[in-house]
């Protein structure tokens, strides 16, 4: 059985026994014994720099981690994945989001085709389009210019455009209006719309099935809405709204021209598609030229992973200490602390991509797993955390490791804000690490009664990501970062990273439900006792 394979290998067993051994060692002693620890457990790459001096592994721990990166086929993995192999099994299809950022010229050939070349197309013409839009060319129905973008979609066609538009937010038009609708509850819609103008409005459907039930819902009341802000004439959605899609049949069906269609592919998964033409709100936002560095931001980690060797290469030390900590520590979650407020959506963002991905319950060919596979994901900008979860990760019971993310320069200096931000994520990583003992305790001073309640164990894990500013070339790097080490982990687990089967069942049920809440006639119910008691409660008080 694949399960046996991967807890059967050396390595595996090797990494059991060095756990035991390790596992009492405080950070404190590992930091006593090696002064150039803090300098030496470092990496720079890809304009990144990365301290991972605050992990509880020893130099044989990252040797074993490594061994078991090299015995579970790491390096033919990443190559597979580079050349364009069918590595998502489950769907039969390649895994090339590293093409959407691969520079003109270059070549990724998939059924005798250069994806490359296909994905310059379709930057260039998002750039016209933007372009067009931008300079106010391109007018509304009623010979208006657009001030206001909304993108309609949800997941990964929602999660990432959000995200680098909150990102990048200082690189933005704006003078412009950006919204995002993805709920299917209809308050989204409303609030994301209340105080626009139909008339200055465009509409991006963002969908690469364009059948998602929560995009088309919303698709069509901002039709409904577009039309009755406009006149009601059908020709005005040609001029509000566009999409992003795969499917062009029913782009077309909805009514959108497909000459304003932009064109993705089946081999980009949904959570990897931020750089696609999912992105074009982020382009509308930023412009052709600013997301060309985010995609070139891309590209340097899409370098540094695929060529760097495994000790020193960025991701894949990231995914091989989450296996360290989920495998062989237990650790259920990992925290994900930007001390960057631009940054706010990063751990929703991360979730997506990090539990879609890695979620799974079987290996590749099927075998139920009896290890762990992904962390929770999950995290907020410092320093507000501090005021609330962190107590947690200081003096609960559970082990939290945690990716702190800092940047050397503020993009906006206020007084003296920045130092202070910067100060207190240091602090954070220092008071985790090291924690404070009875006896320095007792030395401040403090009641005895109290000494237990104000110690701190510390010996608590994190790296410290650090990058010069938040740009949108480093915000490239840094999705491309965490891309690369989810695909690490489930490389070591010898999962499908690229399917989320996991997303289909509740999504049926949920189609059965709508006619037996909606239909006039008291339904025949067959669910459990629970949901047709739930429903014909919801029936019986919906209005
Ligand atoms: C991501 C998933 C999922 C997907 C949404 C939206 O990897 O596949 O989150 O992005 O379900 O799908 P559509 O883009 O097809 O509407």
Same mark, same amino acid.
Request: aromatic share 10%.
């Given at each position: 059985? !694949?399960?046996?394979?991967?807890?059967?290998?050396?390595?595996?067993? !090797?990494?059991?026994?060095?756990?035991?051994?390790? *596992?009492?060692?405080?950070?404190?002693?590992?930091?006593?014994?090696?002064?150039?620890?803090?300098?030496? $457990?470092?990496?720079?790459?890809?304009?990144?720099?990365?301290?991972?001096?605050?992990?509880?592994?020893?130099?044989?721990?990252?040797?074993?981690?490594?061994?078991?990166?090299?015995?579970?086929?790491?390096?033919? +993995?990443?190559?597979?994945?580079?050349?364009?192999?069918? =590595?998502?099994?489950?769907e039969n299809r390649a895994v090339l989001h590293?093409?959407?950022?691969?520079?003109?010229?270059?070549?990724?050939?998939?059924?005798?085709?250069? @994806?490359?070349?296909?994905?310059?197309?379709?930057?260039?013409?998002?750039?016209?389009?933007?372009?067009?839009?931008?300079?106010?060319?391109?007018?509304?129905?009623?010979?208006?210019? =657009?001030?206001?973008?909304?993108?309609?979609?949800?997941?990964?066609?929602?999660?990432?455009?959000?995200?680098?538009?909150?990102?990048?937010?200082?690189?933005?038009?704006? #003078?412009?209006?950006?919204?995002f609708v993805s709920n299917v509850d209809g308050?989204?819609?409303?609030?994301?719309?209340?105080?626009?103008?139909?008339? #200055?409005?465009?509409?991006?459907?963002?969908? *690469?099935?364009?059948?998602?039930?929560?995009?088309?819902?919303?698709?069509?009341?901002?039709?409904?809405?577009?039309?009755?802000?406009?006149? &009601?004439?059908?020709?005005?959605?040609?001029? /509000?709204?566009?999409?992003?899609?795969?499917?062009?049949?029913?782009?077309?069906?909805?009514?959108?021209?497909?000459?304003?269609?932009?064109?993705?592919?089946?081999? @980009? &998964?949904?959570?990897?598609?931020?750089?696609?033409?999912?992105?074009?709100?982020?382009?509308?936002?930023?412009?052709?030229?600013?997301?060309?560095?985010?995609?070139?931001?891309?590209?340097?980690?899409?370098?540094?992973?695929?060529?760097?060797? %495994?000790?020193?290469?960025?991701?894949?030390?990231?995914?091989?200490?989450?296996?360290?900590?989920?495998?062989?520590?237990?650790?259920?979650?990992?925290?994900? $602390?930007?001390?960057?407020?631009?940054? *706010?959506?990063? %751990? !929703?963002? $991360?979730?997506?991509?990090?539990?879609?991905?890695?979620?799974?319950?079987?290996?590749?060919?099927?075998?139920?797993?009896?290890?762990?596979?992904?962390?929770?994901?999950?995290?907020?900008? &410092?320093?507000?955390?501090?005021?609330?979860?962190?107590?947690?990760?200081?003096?609960?019971? +559970?082990? =939290?490791?945690?990716?702190?993310?800092?940047?050397? +320069?503020?993009?906006?200096?206020?007084?003296?804000?920045?130092?202070?931000?910067?100060?207190?994520?240091?602090?954070?990583?220092?008071?985790?690490?090291?924690?404070?003992? !009875?006896? #320095?305790?007792?030395?401040?001073?403090?009641?005895?009664?109290?000494?237990? /309640?104000?110690?701190?164990?510390?010996?608590?894990?994190?790296?410290?990501?650090?990058?010069?500013?938040?740009?949108?070339?480093?915000?490239?790097?840094?999705?491309? $970062?965490?891309?690369?080490?989810?695909?690490?982990?489930?490389?070591?687990?010898? =999962?499908?990273?690229?399917?989320?089967?996991?997303?289909?069942?509740? +999504?049926?049920?949920?189609?059965?439900?709508?006619?037996?809440? #909606?239909?006039?006639?008291?339904?025949?119910?067959?669910?459990?006792?629970?949901?047709?008691?739930?429903?014909?409660?919801?029936?019986?008080?919906?209005?």
């Open positions: 059985m !694949a399960e046996a394979s991967l807890t059967g290998r050396p390595a595996w067993k !090797a990494l059991e026994a060095h756990y035991a051994k390790l *596992k009492g060692l405080h950070l404190r002693e590992l930091f006593a014994q090696d002064a150039g620890r803090g300098e030496r $457990l470092t990496l720079e790459a890809a304009g990144l720099f990365l301290d991972y001096s605050k992990n509880r592994v020893t130099d044989e721990t990252l040797k074993l981690l490594v061994g078991l990166a090299e015995e579970c086929g790491l390096k033919a +993995k990443i190559d597979a994945m580079f050349r364009g192999d069918r =590595i998502n099994v489950t590293t093409a959407l950022r691969a520079p003109k010229g270059a070549k990724v050939m998939l059924d005798g085709v250069n @994806v490359v070349d296909e994905v310059h197309a379709v930057l260039g013409k998002m750039a016209t389009f933007c372009a067009k839009v931008r300079s106010g060319e391109w007018k509304g129905h009623t010979g208006r210019p =657009i001030r206001n973008v909304v993108n309609v979609g949800i997941g990964g066609s929602d999660l990432g455009p959000v995200m680098a538009y909150e990102a990048l937010r200082e690189y933005s038009r704006r #003078e412009m209006t950006f919204r308050i989204d819609f409303v609030e994301a719309t209340r105080d626009l103008d139909p008339a #200055e409005t465009l509409f991006i459907i963002s969908s *690469k099935t364009f059948t998602t039930l929560e995009t088309m819902t919303n698709a069509e009341s901002a039709r409904e809405w577009a039309l009755k802000g406009l006149g &009601g004439d059908k020709k005005a959605v040609a001029r /509000h709204f566009v999409a992003v899609s795969t499917n062009a049949e029913k782009v077309s069906e909805f009514g959108i021209d497909t000459a304003n269609m932009f064109g993705f592919w089946d081999w @980009v &998964g949904g959570r990897y598609s931020m750089d696609s033409a999912i992105g074009l709100s982020t382009m509308l936002a930023i412009g052709p030229e600013k997301f060309g560095e985010m995609l070139a931001g891309f590209h340097e980690m899409d370098e540094h992973f695929r060529t760097a060797p %495994p000790a020193s290469n960025m991701p894949v030390l990231m995914g091989l200490l989450s296996v360290w900590y989920g495998n062989f520590f237990g650790a259920a979650t990992t925290a994900v $602390l930007p001390y960057e407020q631009y940054l *706010k959506r990063f %751990p !929703a963002y $991360l979730q997506q991509l990090t539990m879609e991905s890695n979620g799974k319950h079987v290996t590749l060919d099927g075998a139920e797993i009896a290890y762990q596979t992904s962390a929770i994901y999950w995290g907020e900008p &410092g320093t507000n955390g501090q005021h609330s979860f962190y107590q947690l990760i200081h003096q609960g019971t +559970k082990l =939290i490791p945690c990716d702190f993310v800092m940047f050397n +320069k503020a993009l906006t200096p206020l007084g003296r804000h920045h130092d202070i931000l910067i100060a207190n994520v240091l602090a954070q990583a220092e008071a985790l690490a090291f924690g404070k003992t !009875a006896d #320095e305790v007792r030395k401040e001073g403090t009641k005895e009664a109290l000494v237990a /309640h104000r110690v701190f164990h510390g010996n608590r894990p994190s790296n410290m990501i650090v990058a010069e500013k938040l740009d949108p070339r480093t915000l490239g790097r840094l999705v491309a $970062l965490y891309e690369h080490s989810v695909f690490t982990q489930g490389a070591i687990w010898d =999962i499908d990273s690229f399917d989320q089967w996991g997303v289909e069942l509740g +999504k049926a049920l949920a189609q059965r439900i709508i006619p037996e809440l #909606e239909g006039a006639g008291e339904p025949r119910l067959g669910h459990d006792s629970s949901t047709n008691n739930l429903i014909r409660r919801y029936r019986g008080r919906r209005r």
